[in-house]
T-cell receptor, first 113, second 109 residues
Framework: IAGITQAPTSQILAAGRRMTLRCTQD?????MYWYRQDLGLGLRLIHY???????GKGEVPDGYSVSRANTDDFPLTLASAVPSQTSVYFC????????????FGEGSRLTVL | GQNIDQPTEMTATEGAIVQINCTYQ??????LFWYQQHAGEAPTFLSY??LDGLEEKGRFSSFLSRSKGYSYLLLKELQMKDSASYLC??????????WGAGTKLIIKP
């Protein structure tokens, strides 16, 4: 693993199903983030974690949950997917500095039918 | 509220120069980022400004005026591979990143 890895890269899901998007980084970054990106809109923060064991809600947290059991992993779960959650999801991490650059995963394209 | 404004789309010619503007209104300021995002790919870091002035990095330069809430990204000697979206983001006083919707740059031969 080099950098930050997301899985799956693409998924089609029936509405009502549960889905977990995985995110792993090997840079020992404290802060991690989940964003969704929709056409015409900026990146919108779903949830974040400033350090292992802590999480916080972002701009659009409803319908999503996260956990941060260790430094490397930050999975995002959709408990019961709805069509409005069709989007591209990006996981990102940041070094110890609050003003450091974000490193992004390659994205997970999710379609909810 | 907090918002970042940048043009939705711009068109420029290969070999020319283009300036992409970004204005922001945020609760406090702790730095401004520019990211490049090619279609279907993840954003990648281009530049960071926290003090007023121009930061130059090869063909790309980024300018910041904190008093005006304004930044621009200047791309010189445009190449076809520069066709991408350019995202402006500001870190506010709570160290939250506020993102603009991005500017899609189209380069024509």
């Amino acid at each position: 693993i080099a950098g930050i890895t997301q899985a799956p890269t693409s998924q089609i899901l029936a509405a009502g199903r549960r889905m977990t998007l995985r995110c792993t980084q090997d840079m020992r970054h404290n802060a991690m983030y989940w964003y969704r990106q929709d056409l015409g809109l900026g990146l919108r923060l779903i949830h974040y974690s400033n350090t292992a064991g802590t999480t916080g809600k972002g701009e659009v947290p409803d319908g999503y949950s996260v956990s941060r059991a260790n430094t490397d992993d930050f999975p995002l779960t959709l408990a019961s997917a709805v069509p409005s959650q069709t989007s591209v999801y990006f996981c990102a991490s940041r070094g110890v500095e609050d003003t450091g650059e974000l490193f992004f995963g390659e994205g997970s394209r999710l379609t909810v039918l | 509220g907090q918002n970042i404004d940048q043009p939705t789309e711009m068109t420029a010619t290969e070999g020319a120069i283009v300036q992409i503007n970004c204005t922001y209104q945020t609760s406090g300021f702790n730095g401004l980022f520019w990211y490049q995002q090619h279609a279907g790919e993840a954003p990648t870091f281009l530049s960071y400004n926290v003090l007023d002035g121009l930061e130059e990095k090869g063909r790309f330069s980024s300018f910041l005026s904190r008093s005006k809430g304004y930044s621009y990204l200047l791309l010189k000697e445009l190449q076809m591979k520069d066709s991408a979206s350019y995202l402006c983001a500001v870190t506010n006083s709570n160290y939250q990143l506020i993102w603009g919707a991005g500017t899609k740059l189209i380069i024509k031969p």
